[in-house]
């Protein structure tokens, strides 16, 4: 497991990718998040996130049926992005925005055409009862880390040969 000290979940992927393009690569959400992670009642057509601050970030189902599932709170390119995760320990999309965490997504050079990405998860005790499952099912290998795995093998059909 990867959960820090302060219960974050934290996972960290290398890139053989210059930083704005690593940065570029993560928010085409559409080719990281499996599109087995559905509460939508049909298949996923897209997961979108909108890359401003207050842009939402959800999917879109094949019949136009739309789930949001988190709010982009930090769009600092080519260095941090953060959204909200407003799906609870039953995980079931929240209305309470009080009971949401965070996901931060750091993009830092580590050379000329390589980037360390670091995704750390927060705030996941503002769930409630039943937060520590989550944060379990978040840091098992088809969560978090199926994710970065996804995004690894994306990166690496972007990498210049």
């Not at 997961?47 to 709010?71: A, F, K, M, N, P």
Request: aromatic share 8%; proline share 6%.
């Amino acid at each position: 497991m990867s959960i820090e000290l302060d219960g974050s979940v934290r996972h960290e992927v290398v890139v053989d990718l210059p930083q704005e393009e690593a940065f570029r690569a993560f928010t085409d959400m559409d080719r990281i998040k499996p599109r087995e992670h559905n509460m939508l009642a049909v298949p996923i057509e897209q997961t979108v996130l909108e890359q401003h601050v207050g842009g939402d970030v959800y999917d879109r189902g094949i019949d136009g049926s739309r789930c949001r599932w988190g709010r982009v709170l930090t769009f600092n390119p080519p260095a941090v992005l953060a959204f909200s995760w407003d799906i609870g320990p039953d995980w079931q999309v929240t209305s309470n925005l009080t009971r949401t965490s965070e996901v931060e997504v750091t993009f830092t050079p580590d050379g000329p055409d390589r980037t360390t990405v670091v995704l750390v998860h927060r705030h996941l005790e503002h769930h409630g009862e039943g937060w520590q499952g989550m944060r379990d099912g978040v840091d098992v290998d088809d969560g978090w880390p199926l994710y970065l795995a996804r995004y690894q093998a994306f990166t690496a059909e972007e990498a210049p040969s």
